[in-house]
């Protein structure tokens, strides 16, 4: 496995060891021991979870404000735009972004520390998204920066207008976010 750094320190992206010929392919898409040696972080793994979503459907940017989550995502059907955002105020990239595209094809993988919001918008017709967190989801914690807030200046590849859920129409702009210390 590679491991790439972002713009963002600690946001990484993995590129896998992937062994293939005419039948198929195989790679190892997550090992402890392997993970640890790479980035030099021991972390549990405690909830994995599996989305699929349609085309231009916009998740996001999502993050918890007390069990504050780290996440391991992937794409393994599909094409999506991957961005994280740095949530920690005393950080010197304090509300910058990083965007990944993260798809079956490439098979690359992004770590995403605790303190950091996140989302991603489909752009191939679905997209099966899975990620492994290192706490659970706690709804009553769980907050939503507005994917769109100006002052982000992400620049989300849209043909139309994204579809979201009525929580993520209600993400707040960073300057009104609940942000970590």
């Given at each position: 496995m590679k491991v790439v750094?972002?713009?963002l320190?600690?946001?990484l992206i993995l590129e896998p060891r992937v062994f293939g010929d005419d039948r198929g392919f195989f790679y190892e898409s997550f090992n402890a021991r392997t993970?640890?040696?790479?980035?030099?972080?021991?972390v549990n793994f405690v909830q994995d979870n599996h989305s699929k979503s349609a085309r231009n459907v916009l998740r996001g940017l999502h993050y918890q404000i007390q069990q504050s989550q780290g996440k391991l995502v992937r794409v393994i059907a599909g094409e999506v735009f991957d961005?994280?955002?740095?949530?920690?105020?005393s950080?010197?990239?304090?509300g910058k972004s990083e965007a990944v595209i993260l798809s079956g094809e490439n098979k690359r993988q992004?770590?995403?520390?605790?303190g950091f919001a996140h989302g991603f918008l489909v752009t191939s017709d679905s997209a099966e998204f899975l990620y492994k967190t290192t706490d659970y989801w706690a709804p009553?914690?769980?907050?939503?920066l507005l994917w769109?807030?100006?002052?982000?200046?992400?620049?989300?590849?849209?043909?139309?207008?994204p579809l979201l859920s009525g929580k993520d129409q209600l993400g707040k702009p960073l300057a009104d976010a609940e942000v970590f210390a």
């Open positions: 750094e972002t713009s320190p600690g946001v993970f640890a040696e790479l980035t030099g972080l021991d961005v994280v955002v740095d949530m920690r105020k950080s010197p990239t304090f992004l770590w995403i520390p605790a009553e914690h769980e907050r939503c769109n807030d100006p002052v982000l200046d992400i620049n989300w590849p849209l043909q139309d207008a």
